[in-house]
DNA sequence: ACAAATTTTTAGATTTGCCTAAAATTTAAT
DNA sequence: ATTAAATTTTAGGCAAATCTAAAAATTTGT
């Protein structure tokens, strides 16, 4: 495969700036500033810019001065690959080895830079091709396609509507703590029957059990939106 | 745990030469040699003396100019704690991903870098805490603890006896695979029928079956050495 | 024992990936 | 439109890990 020449000599630095490159690309469908992936990096804007200048002779992003960057065709596959990898991994480390799904992000972080087509796809088998990680964003596959689930925020849908939680928005571990702490999980049945004008907090039904959420957590939490309930 | 303070710190460089001294360390009873480990990792002489100075300010080798290297206390539980890594992961390729047993060693090189003791805990219990990897190299316990199986060299056996197949000393792939093509695995029953004067090489019976192999092959074979069959 | 060969170390350079400080460019504000 | 503010880039430096070439120490051979 003509794509592996490449993916083989990235360092583990260049694929972190990829996969950043690509998650704030996804956002606006702008190019992304140098200070945004400096920002989510935590490194320099300086940094940033050697960096995009030493993708940019590889072809993995456009690149000019001042005008902010995107992937190539190359740069975008290369990013979906390593995205494959990791939420693999972390379904992997819930499924198998009874990670929570707060725990999973920080080893997924390293396993993701693991080079072996054998490995990933034995895995992906090992697991059964599954096709949403742990917080519900979903996996490429083999060639880089997936497509995203229809799902809407929580916060979106209308009074006495629901759905299957699918997903969350926001997967920080402080996040996914505290949906574990009141026994929020993926494939519970939410229905909102309230919504409190004062500060937009929702009185919803979760599997049976009523329970007041604000708003904020229902800007996180993604549902199948398919029936009424 | 005090010795966390010191892993957590090292980069793959490190361990990957804290390992190389842990084997080189276990032939010899002595101090390794520059050139040695130069050798064995592939790199310059030069290279090794600069690296062997940050170990030793680390307090992993102990270290006299001119005089060779050998591991602290530190060190050994560092190098053993990344060999435990090693071959649970070359189990889990074999048990779990199918792989054959010459295609782990390049996969677990990379894998054994991964810093987390629940995900190495985790997955040592996944595998029901095995005690020999796919070579029929011992696992150290956490707590770097292992026994070494008692066996001999296929090529150290009197006529008339054997054993059981438990490990191979050279496990490069291309012996490995050899084993394969002549279905000699570990778990075999193997009991040496006639040692030929001339070049050494032995008329064994293998689970019933019989076959010559010569005493290169016999003498990188080892088998637990029990009872006269 | 002492010269020759080998091994090991030093010195100085290179690459990657990061930094700070200052300069260049773009964007925003009045 | 021009200045002020923010963003981005350049320039120069640093640490890790490597290299080559040359110097120092040790080992070996006779």
């Known amino acids: 495969m003509y794509f592996c ?11 972190n700036y990829i996969k950043t490159i690509f998650h704030l690309g996804r956002k606006g469908t702008q190019e992304v500033a140098t200070n945004a992936i400096a920002e ?10 050697d960096m995009i200048k030493r993708l940019s002779e ?4 456009n690149y000019k001065r001042y005008q902010g960057v995107s992937l190539t065709a190359l740069g975008n596959k ?12 972390e379904v992997f480390l819930v499924e198998k080895l009874d990670f929570s799904w707060d725990e999973v992000h920080e080893v ?10 054998k490995l990933i796809d034995s895995l992906d088998r090992l697991l059964a ?5 742990p917080h519900g964003d979903p996996i490429p596959d083999k060639n880089g396609g997936f497509k995203e689930r229809d799902r809407e925020l929580l916060s979106e849908v209308a009074i006495n509507t629901g759905g299957v939680c699918v997903g ?5 571990a402080t996040f996914l703590k505290f949906l574990d702490k009141n026994g929020i999980a993926l494939g519970n049945q939410i229905k909102v ?9 929702l009185n919803i039904e979760i599997d049976g059990r009523k329970m007041q959420i604000s708003h904020v957590i229902a800007s996180n939490l993604y549902i199948k939106a398919k029936d009424e309930i």
């Open 108 to 117: 997924a972080e390293q396993l993701e830079h693991i080079k072996s087509d």
């Open 5 to 15: 020449v490449n993916k083989y000599l990235m360092t583990r630095s260049e694929e």
């Open 129 to 133: 091709f599954p096709k949403f990680d």
């Open 58 to 61: 590889k072809d993995l992003v």
């Open 193 to 201: 029957m309230e919504i409190e004008e004062f500060d937009g907090s």
């Open 40 to 49: 989510l990096m935590e490194t320099k804007p300086s940094s940033v810019t």
């Open 168 to 172: 969350v928005k926001d997967s920080s």
């Open 78 to 89: 290369t990013a979906l690959g390593i995205i494959r990898k990791h939420r693999l991994w």
